[in-house]
């Protein structure tokens, strides 16, 4: 009676879950970062994929899994449809599978990090739960299932770059528990630990052997203000949305509580937890800047190490109800942020990408010249077009995805002429991000309400190099 009670509350649960998401992902509007993927795999060959994305510092997994997809001529949404089915099957696993209590369960798979950046923003973090959760299935009984648990591992080291210390750390655990103090079996081992490292190696080569550059990475560890106090209060609002102070006490004495916890049950795990933190901590602070879904990606290996602490350790039920709690007050308190930003995505445009889509192919001709300010910034709009590719003077190059050129101007006036001289036989237009234009000029605008502002679109069919036209900024 029991199991059919928690049977019907799970599926209950997911179908919430499920509907609560999808009606978010059918309305969200795709930006440059999940387009880049689309189009990436959309409008390259295969080498020219693994050519391009190595200079993105991705791992593949996720644009060949999208390639089929973008392949076979079907829309964005496809996309979007995968990453969501990603999540639902994690959320499904979650709360079938894990060893907390139902509200401790409820507070994670509704929060913030669940309920909408993971889920509704499709990128390669939406896998990362998904491959989490198998792996903390896997972990008690990985001396019977090393090649499982292995390939599983593997996988997760090929989602994100982010994950990178935790699999590091993870593979020497296992080489520690199956092969070093091993003294029986110890050969049948050494086969699923290169299917761990094996990978990782290949990820680290791929990436740090690419003659080119990242130029946005470039530029921030040019500008970055290397304060680690300032990173770690990015971090947090990631998490949580914007707080007070009393809130952000609570929430970092909780994750604070974490390492403790973690610490005193299981030392070993303890030391893939802290490697994990200090890792990403440490790009945040220096590589790259931290997103929700970056940190809310990393977070989840939280959930990994109470998972195993749940079920590997003999728990007393005082010890269960205080680490519940943990558990429940830090994902429970993102999760009214979560809902409002769910709320928001549906209320307005998340990127003015999917409108201006619209205008274009019903107004401009794809023989005419669409002149864009810079491609990165313009890459959302190309995801929702076939056929259409923006002109980029400064590089004198046709472009579908975002390439993160050196150039930081906008158009300047004497390259309006040049372009004019250039297509003098064809319809020119002109489409910019964020730029702030007198109304008279503009043919097509987003809606002001746009939430990202650099997803704010402008459409002009006539630069004479007049002040009034358009502003120069370097």
Same mark, same amino acid.
């Given at each position: 009676?029991? !199991?059919?009670?928690?049977?019907?509350? !799970?599926?209950?649960?997911?179908? /919430?879950?499920?509907?609560?998401?999808?009606?978010?992902? $059918?309305?969200?509007?795709?930006?440059?970062?999940?387009?880049?993927?689309?189009?990436?795999?959309?409008?390259?060959?295969?080498?020219? /994929?693994?050519?391009?994305?190595?200079?993105?510092?991705?791992? $593949? $997994?996720?644009?060949?899994?999208?390639?089929?997809?973008? &392949?076979? !001529? $079907?829309?964005?949404?496809?996309?979007? /449809?995968?990453?969501w089915s990603f999540m639902t099957a994690a959320a499904g696993i979650f709360l079938w599978k894990s060893p907390f209590n139902l509200i401790t369960k409820l507070c994670i798979i509704f929060s913030s990090g669940f309920i909408y950046h993971l889920i509704v923003l499709s990128r390669n973090y939406s896998l990362i739960p998904l491959f989490i959760f198998l792996l903390a299935i896997l972990y008690p009984i990985q001396k019977q299932r090393p090649f499982l648990y292995a390939i599983t591992l593997a996988l997760l080291s090929q989602t994100h770059v982010l994950m990178s210390a935790f699999c590091v750390a993870m593979g020497a655990l296992f080489f520690y528990e199956n092969i070093f103090k091993n003294k029986i079996n110890k050969k049948e081992f050494i086969f699923p630990f290169l299917i761990i490292v094996l990978p990782i190696i290949f990820l680290c080569l791929y990436i740090f052997t690419c003659p080119y550059k990242n130029e946005s990475v470039s530029q921030y560890i040019m500008l970055a203000d290397r304060f680690f106090s300032k990173t770690f209060i990015v971090y947090m609002i990631n998490l949580f949305g914007v707080m007070g102070n009393l809130k952000g006490i609570l929430l970092t004495f909780l994750l604070l509580s974490s390492f403790i916890v973690i610490f005193i049950e299981n030392k070993k795990l303890f030391c893939a937890y802290l490697i994990n933190f200090i890792y990403q901590f440490f790009i945040y602070n220096y590589i790259w800047m931290s997103a929700p879904e970056k940190v809310w990606a990393g977070i989840t290996v939280m959930i990994f190490c109470f998972w195993i602490i749940f079920t590997c350790n003999n728990l007393n039920r005082t010890k269960k109800i205080v680490y519940n709690l943990i558990l429940i007050l830090f994902f429970g308190l993102s999760i009214q942020h979560g809902l409002q930003l769910r709320t928001n995505d549906i209320k307005y445009d998340y990127s003015g990408s999917k409108s201006t889509a619209e205008f274009i192919k019903n107004n401009i001709d794809k023989n005419d010249i /669409?002149?864009?300010? &810079?491609?990165? +910034?313009?890459?959302?709009?190309?995801?929702?077009?076939?056929?259409?590719? +923006?002109?980029?003077?400064?590089?004198?190059? +046709?472009?579908?995805?975002?390439?993160?050129?050196?150039?930081?101007?906008?158009?300047?006036?004497?390259? !309006?002429?040049?372009?004019?001289?250039?297509? &003098?036989?064809?319809?020119?237009?002109y489409i910019f991000s964020s730029l702030a234009m007198p109304e008279e000029t503009i043919l097509y605008k987003s809606k002001a309400t746009t939430l990202i502002m650099t997803e704010r679109f402008y459409i002009l069919d006539n630069l004479d190099g007049s002040e009034k036209y358009v502003e120069n900024r370097k």
């Open positions: 009676m029991e !199991n059919k009670k928690t049977l019907a509350v !799970n599926i209950i649960c997911l179908i /919430i879950y499920a509907l609560l998401t999808l009606t978010c992902v $059918l309305h969200h509007e795709v930006w440059r970062d999940e387009a880049q993927v689309w189009l990436v795999v959309r409008d390259l060959d295969i080498m020219g /994929i693994i050519n391009h994305v190595r200079m993105e510092g991705h791992p $593949l $997994l996720w644009y060949f899994l999208v390639l089929p997809l973008a &392949k076979l !001529n $079907l829309p964005v949404m496809s996309m979007q /449809i995968l990453s /669409i002149v864009t300010n &810079k491609p990165i +910034f313009t890459s959302s709009i190309a995801a929702y077009l076939k056929g259409y590719k +923006f002109y980029f003077p400064q590089t004198d190059t +046709f472009y579908t995805y975002g390439y993160d050129t050196k150039y930081d101007e906008y158009l300047t006036f004497e390259i !309006n002429s040049e372009i004019q001289k250039k297509f &003098k036989d064809k319809k020119i237009y």
